[in-house]
Nanobody
Framework: QVQLVESGGGLVQPGGSLRLSCAASGSIFRIYVMGWYRQAPGKQRELVATITSVGSTNYADSVKGRFTISRDNSKNNAYLQMNNLKPEDTAVYYC???????????????WGQGTLVTVSS
């Protein structure tokens, strides 16, 4: 009913930048919250940043001042601009959305397949 596809991951040197994109598609009536989570090898998935439909944002302390989340409601897209990347940012980054589909009053939680970000020299 709702699909999320991430793009923009890759290999970057410490101090570098990457921009992740998340495109939502399907029978979407409204997306309330979109967010980015990450999972490093051997660790649990953790919140990176979220943004509501009116632009309220929330960040993990570890990325504040370096990462910026944004969204384009007209395209149902979300973005994560990552600057001053560190080796500890290496992880698979997942897009997440709370979406209401056409014809339903319920919000569904949807996950993308993930995109790998590797920060290494």
């Amino acid at each position: 009913q709702v699909q999320l596809v991430e793009s923009g991951g890759g290999l970057v040197q410490p101090g570098g930048s990457l921009r992740l994109s998340c495109a939502a598609s399907g029978s979407i009536f409204r997306i309330y919250v979109m967010g980015w989570y990450r999972q490093a090898p051997g660790k649990q998935r953790e919140l990176v940043a979220t943004i509501t439909s009116v632009g309220s944002t929330n960040y993990a302390d570890s990325v504040k001042g370096r990462f910026t989340i944004s969204r384009d409601n007209s395209k149902n897209n979300a973005y994560l601009q990552m600057n001053n990347l560190k080796p500890e940012d290496t992880a698979v980054y997942y897009c997440n959305a709370e979406a209401r589909v056409v014809g339903s009053l319920k919000y569904l939680e949807v996950w993308g397949q993930g995109t790998l970000v590797t920060v290494s020299s």
